[in-house]
Each structure stands twice: as C-alpha cells, then as structure tokens.
C-alpha cells in the first residue's frame, strides 16, 4: 500500500518486492487522521500511482474509504460520496478494484454496504473489517467469534468481493479481534478464521 501521499515514485519502486501483483491506494484519505487527503488532492497524486504500477505490472486499486464519523474531522463522511469526487476529478484513471473498511457487527449491514459499491462497476477488497462499532457483547469474544461466522459467509458468497482481510493479526484497537497471540500462536479466533470453509468453489478470497 501507497498510504499517504508521503512518497517519491522512485522510493516505491525499490521497496515494492518482485512478483508483486496489487498495489493498494491510500488508507482512509477521507480521515484526516489517516492519509488526509481531499479527492481532488488523492486524484492530482494517482498518477503517480499508475506510473508505479505500470512498472511493476500491478493491477491498482483505489484509495480505501470508511465511513468518517461526524465526530471525527473528515473530507467526507459518506465514503461513495469520496468516490463519486475522486472519480469525478480522475477520469479515465486506472482502478482496477474498489477497496474499503468496514466495522459495524451485522451481516445485512456490511451487505448492504457491499451493494453501495455496484455502481463503480468494479469488484471489491474489504481490506478492514471486524467489529468494531457495537457494544461489549458484539465485542466480546463470543460477538467477535458470531461476526466473523456471518460475515464470512457473506464475504465468500457475495460475487462482488474479491478480497478481505480481518482486522486484525494483532491490535488494542478493537477488543478480542487479535488473530495472533503474543507468541505467534493462532488465538481461538484465529483458528476459526483459518480453518473456515469456502462457499464456493475455488480459492478461498481471504488473506
């Protein structure tokens, strides 16, 4: 991942590994907490990006929006609206994938989230979610533990999504969402993401 705009295309280039195949966007521009970035601004930088990735032969994937609270201090709150400025200010840009985060604790939640994103017309990497935004009991390990069953199933069946990633391995940000102990070892949790089955045929869509 390309994370704020702090970078020189040469820099990128020598830290990116061989054989590497996606390059990830921005993380949570909307948040100016995170890259800070207006879409017009993420959209005057995302040449840069497409330069990078044609050197490397790397699909692109767009910046990675969230909803921005309206107690935090954002661009936007409502990350298709970020979308919809971003693209508008980047036209014929390349973005090969939409990417996002996502923290509420219900699967018909993050699917109807997931459905937000049909109009770009693109397939989707949820490259953040967990429960993050319900109360201790969706937040304990049993919550986290119900969640992350439902939200892989909907993640696995859902054909827009073509990567997701839990968050975490290893976080004090959210309770009980660690899928690594202190010594390496899988957490409970951990196991139960490792081992669950896909819906469909195929490679699993997770990492």
């Not at 985060?101 to 994103?117: D, I, Q, S």
């Not at 827009?160 to 957490?187: E, H, K």
Request: hydrophobic letters at 35%; one cysteine or more.
């Amino acid at each position: 991942m390309v994370w704020n705009a702090s970078f020189t295309v040469a820099d990128a280039l020598a830290k990116i590994p061989d054989g590497a195949q996606y390059l990830l966007g921005f993380n949570e521009p909307n948040f100016k907490s995170q890259a800070n970035l207006s879409p017009t601004e993420a959209a005057a930088k995302w040449p840069d990006l497409e330069n990078i990735a044609q050197q490397k032969n790397m699909k692109l994937i767009s910046p990675a929006v969230n909803y921005c609270g309206p107690s935090a201090n954002c661009y936007e709150t409502d990350p298709y609206v970020y979308l919809d400025k971003f693209f508008a200010a980047c036209k014929n840009c390349q973005v090969d994938y939409i990417a996002m985060h996502w923290y509420a604790c219900k699967r018909e939640y993050l699917a109807n989230y997931l459905n937000g994103f049909k109009k770009y017309n693109k397939q989707l990497w949820v490259i953040e979610f967990s429960c993050g935004d319900g109360d201790d009991n969706a937040k304990s390990l049993a919550g986290q533990k119900s969640y992350m069953d439902e939200a892989l199933k909907e993640l696995e069946s859902n054909p827009l999504v073509f990567r997701y990633s839990w968050f975490s391995s290893r976080t004090q940000a959210i309770p009980n969402v660690n899928l690594l102990g202190s010594s390496g070892v899988l957490t409970d949790l951990g196991n139960q993401y490792f081992n669950a089955s896909t819906q469909e045929a195929g490679p699993c869509k997770g990492s």
